[in-house]
Structures are given as C-alpha cells and as structure tokens.
C-alpha cells in the first residue's frame, strides 16, 4: 500500500531548508511526477 499524499507532502516539507529550496531539492520530492512537472514549469513563461 502506498502512502497517502498528504503524509508524503508532510514529511517532505519536515525535511525542507528554511532558506530558498533549489529545483534540484524539489526533483525528489516529485517523485515519479517529477518528469511532467518540470515540463509544466517549463512551459510557463
């Protein structure tokens, strides 16, 4: 059983830096998603 969103969210925010987050930071913590987020943020100018 996978764990819930809102669990992985929490405990990958617990594990964030205070100061700027760098993209590198974030990939991780997309996941598998990570790939079409980086398109998404990509894509907006």
Known sequence: ???????RL???AATLPA???SMQ???PAHGPAAH???????AVP
């Open 36 to 42: 079409g987020t980086w398109l998404l943020l990509m």
């Open 1 to 7: 059983m996978t764990e819930s969103i809102v669990q």
């Open 10 to 12: 929490r405990e990958t």
């Open 25 to 27: 930071t974030l990939a």
């Open 19 to 21: 100061a700027r987050v």
